[in-house]
């Protein structure tokens, strides 16, 4: 199963599940709370998955590693086209 269908089948399941509590469909004589807290759940489910997602990208990017081996080897690549360029005859 691929990923895709895993976030597809627990969608759909949320969702059925959503409409089972909101509609009353089968008749299940909820409580009317019940029916006012889940009506707007998708709202906060995807306002919580924002602020996750925000948070998420935050820290890996607040701890993201600094390549100093591969800096210094690019360095020298630009310093190495350059002078092959001087030698061509392009003026920097």
């Not at 997602?53 to 701890?63: C, D, E």
Request: proline share 3%; net charge negative; with cysteine.
């Amino acid at each position: 199963m691929t990923k895709l269908m895993q976030w597809l089948f627990g969608a759909s399941l949320l969702g059925g599940l959503w409409a089972l509590v909101s509609f009353d469909l089968l008749d299940l004589n909820l409580p009317h709370t019940y029916r006012e807290v889940a009506w707007p759940m998708p709202l906060y489910l995807l306002v919580s998955f924002g602020c996750f997602s925000l948070a998420t990208v935050g820290y890996r990017v607040a701890t993201f590693n600094d390549c100093d081996a591969a800096a210094e080897e690019l360095q020298e690549q630009i310093r190495e086209a350059r002078e092959d360029l001087r030698r061509r005859g392009l003026k920097m």
